[in-house]
């Protein structure tokens, strides 16, 4: 994301948030030598490391948690507690049920996302699924770069089986505070309504996708 849509970004959700008005800002001259524009670049180099971070997410993570503010400047967000926030609020929404509007819409993103994944690279969604990348398994590191939502990742024919073949210190590594939980978030999709109807629903289009 460039500098210019991390700042349009922060006004939609500083502005967005409380409906408030608000008009993308199209003029960036000499934006790199104002405060608001240093910050930016900060933040770019940021998101560039941690590419996990969904950019808007973060902008929007300390109005969730601190529902008294009204306003959190641009400089915040380089802040250590800026992070502690985006990773409290993160972890509350791994906590909500399988059914929440939250994960209903990361689910669908998530098989819109392998979707467009297998018809570019002109694969199956089984070979997709059993792919490495690097030394793990690809469908770990999309969920480490949070492009693949838990219970999508659950609900493969596969993670149980690569769960089992992983060291304690791979569990640890690629899946955080889930692994310890997994039974835990199993059983909840097991018993959800819509989640596990969308994925089943879903996995079958995904087998039948012709990448020809």
């Known amino acids: 994301m460039s500098v210019q849509e991390i700042y349009n970004t922060y006004l939609s959700v500083s502005r967005g948030h409380k409906n408030k008005p608000w008009k993308a800002r199209k003029d960036f001259t000499g934006f790199d030598k104002t405060e608001e524009g240093l910050i930016c670049i900060r933040l770019e180099l940021f998101f560039s490391r941690f590419p996990q971070i969904t950019v808007k997410d973060f902008f929007l993570a300390p109005y969730l948690l601190y529902k008294d503010e009204d306003y ?24 909500e049920m399988p059914d929440s509007e939250s994960h209903l819409a990361d689910i669908v993103t998530t098989i819109k996302y392998i979707a467009e994944k297998c018809v570019q690279e002109k694969i199956s969604f089984n070979t997709f699924v059993n792919a490495k990348s690097g030394y793990t398994w690809r469908i770990l590191q999309e969920y480490v770069d949070r492009k693949i939502n838990l219970y999508v990742l659950l609900s493969l024919p596969n993670f149980w089986n690569i769960v089992d073949s992983l060291s304690l210190q791979d569990k640890e590594l690629y899946l955080g505070t889930a692994h310890k939980d997994a039974t835990k978030y199993q059983m909840r999709l097991n018993n959800s309504v819509r989640a596990k109807k969308i994925i089943n629903e879903a996995f079958k289009r995904l087998n039948q996708l012709k990448v020809d």
């Not at 967000?77 to 906590?95: D, G, H, V, W």
């Open 72 to 95: 959190f400047p641009l400089k915040f967000y380089l802040t250590q507690k800026a992070i502690s926030t985006y990773s409290i609020i993160q972890k509350q929404k791994l906590e």
